[in-house]
Each structure stands twice: as structure tokens, then as C-alpha cells.
Nanobody, 118 residues
Framework: QVPLVESGGGLVQPGGSLRLSCAAS????????MTWYRQAPGKERELVAT????????NYAESVKGRFTISRDDPRSTVYLEMNSLKPEDTAVYYC???????????WGQGTQVTVSS
């Protein structure tokens, strides 16, 4: 059973927007640091955005700063990635990651494809 399930990916034109969701189950979501990663064809997986357990701190890759916003809804056990002004170079499979601080508990979702193309 995969505790993280991503959704919201798809095909969008350059300059468009998408909102990704990652729904968690079977874990105490509010205790986990949540991170979005992405992996483009032929490239290594890279960190896109992360949010702390209380949502007070977020961090972004330089390439997405000002365009992407990560947020979390603990009662819904869901983390979001709002993506605006999308570029072709944002094309990748986007993965959700949950990490319980000070432990080895790490979970990955199965990914959702985002394609930015005209």
C-alpha cells in the first residue's frame, strides 16, 4: 500500500498553470516534512519545493522561485504544489516525498507526469 498518491498532472501550454496534490494515508501526516521532487527524462531527480511540519518554512529550487508555491492541509493530509507560468523545462514526472524528522521513515509517491508544450 502506497501511503502517498499524487494527482493533478497533465499537458499544459507554456505560461499555463497546474495544481498538483499529494494525498497521504496511513501516516501521521502533520508530523512529516513534505517535499516535491521532479525528474525529467535523462536527468537526475531534483528537489522542487519543501515545507516543514508546521508549514512555517518553505524552500524552493532557484528555477521555480516566484512561480511555484507549496502548501499543506493537515486535516486533509494533503500537500499541494501550485505551478504558474509553466515553461517547457518544467516537463517532468513530479514526485511527492514524506520524511519523518530524526527517523529513517521516508515515503515516496508513484509520480504524476507534467508536460509543458504547445
Amino acid at each position: 500500500q502506497v501511503p502517498l498518491v499524487e494527482s493533478g498532472g497533465g499537458l499544459v501550454q507554456p505560461g499555463g498553470s497546474l495544481r498538483l496534490s499529494c494525498a497521504a494515508s496511513g501516516i501521521t501526516f502533520r508530523r512529516y516534512v513534505m517535499t516535491w521532487y521532479r525528474q525529467a527524462p535523462g536527468k537526475e531527480r531534483e528537489l522542487v519545493a519543501t515545507i516543514t511540519v508546521d508549514g512555517s518554512y518553505t524552500n524552493y529550487a532557484e528555477s521555480v522561485k516566484g512561480r511555484f508555491t507549496i502548501s499543506r492541509d493537515d486535516p486533509r493530509s494533503t500537500v499541494y504544489l501550485e505551478m504558474n507560468s509553466l515553461k517547457p523545462e518544467d516537463t517532468a514526472v513530479y514526485y511527492c516525498n514524506a520524511r519523518l524528522p530524526a527517523t529513517s521513515n521516508i515515503y515516496w509517491g508513484q509520480g504524476t507526469q507534467v508536460t509543458v508544450s504547445s
